[in-house]
């Protein structure tokens, strides 16, 4: 489902909830180039982390550095090898915003899975647009993720257009679409349910640099 951002931001809390969005927004500018995308793709930047949450409680810690894993069956392009990034700064995951955004997920699809305990993992992504090649946010094409939910946060968007989310029945049947326009725009995923992806983008002005900015947090029952 789509979560409009001004609603998104009033679940999050108001007052110092999102005190940190300057800095948390700032910190995608020291994202690290995504080596792992086969030869050509030079335009995905990403940090990640691993955290888990016990069952009951709202509250999540950070788990020793891991790679991230997808099964081939989730990800036919890089899928089926232990993809290691950098990992998200400390300042980052422990700043308000990003605390609240996880905190936000593990309430509400705690509501779903009551009493279990979660695996969680945090993805900051940026997918740049240059005049001579689009950036693909999801490369590897309409899929799933492999966990059970979902968490798409648009953090920030610069001379860019396109970037449409479409969702999709498991076999493929188109069943709508959105666009991530304005800070906190989200898209919330039943993994199970349905499949995503996501349009390419490309510059408005080719002259000026332009990129999509988002959080993914997904969430796997333990």
């Known amino acids: 489902m789509f979560a409009p951002g001004e609603e998104l931001r009033a679940a999050l809390g108001s007052g110092t909830s999102l005190a940190d969005w300057d800095a948390f927004k700032a910190s995608w500018n020291d994202l690290v180039l995504d080596e792992h995308l086969?030869?050509?793709?030079?335009?995905?930047?990403?940090?990640?982390?691993?955290?888990?949450?016990?069952?009951g409680g709202g509250e999540f810690t950070r788990e020793e550095h891991a790679p991230h894993y997808q099964a081939l069956e989730y990800n036919k392009l890089v899928g089926g090898v232990e993809r290691w990034f950098e990992p998200i700064l400390p300042q980052v995951a422990s700043g308000n915003s990003f605390t609240r955004v996880v905190e936000f997920g593990l309430a509400l699809y705690g509501a779903l899975k009551p009493g279990v305990d979660w695996h969680i993992e945090a993805h900051q992504f940026r997918i740049e647009a240059r005049p001579d090649a689009a950036g693909h946010p999801t490369p590897e094409g309409v899929h799933r993720d492999g966990v059970d939910f979902v968490t798409v946060m648009?953090?920030?968007?610069v001379n860019i257009h396109s970037g449409t989310t479409t969702m999709h029945a498991p076999d493929g049947r188109l069943l709508g679409s959105f666009t991530l326009t304005h800070p906190c725009d989200a898209a919330l995923?039943?993994?199970?349910?349905?499949?995503?992806?996501?349009?390419a983008?490309?510059?408005?002005?080719?002259?000026?640099p332009a990129w999509r900015d988002v959080l993914v947090v997904t969430y796997r029952i333990r």
């Open 201 to 208: 983008v490309r510059p408005e002005d080719p002259s000026r």
């Open 189 to 199: 995923l039943d993994d199970h349910r349905v499949m995503h992806g996501v349009t």
């Open 154 to 157: 648009l953090v920030d968007r």
């Open 38 to 55: 086969p030869e050509g793709h030079r335009y995905r930047r990403r940090r990640h982390g691993v955290f888990r949450a016990r069952a």
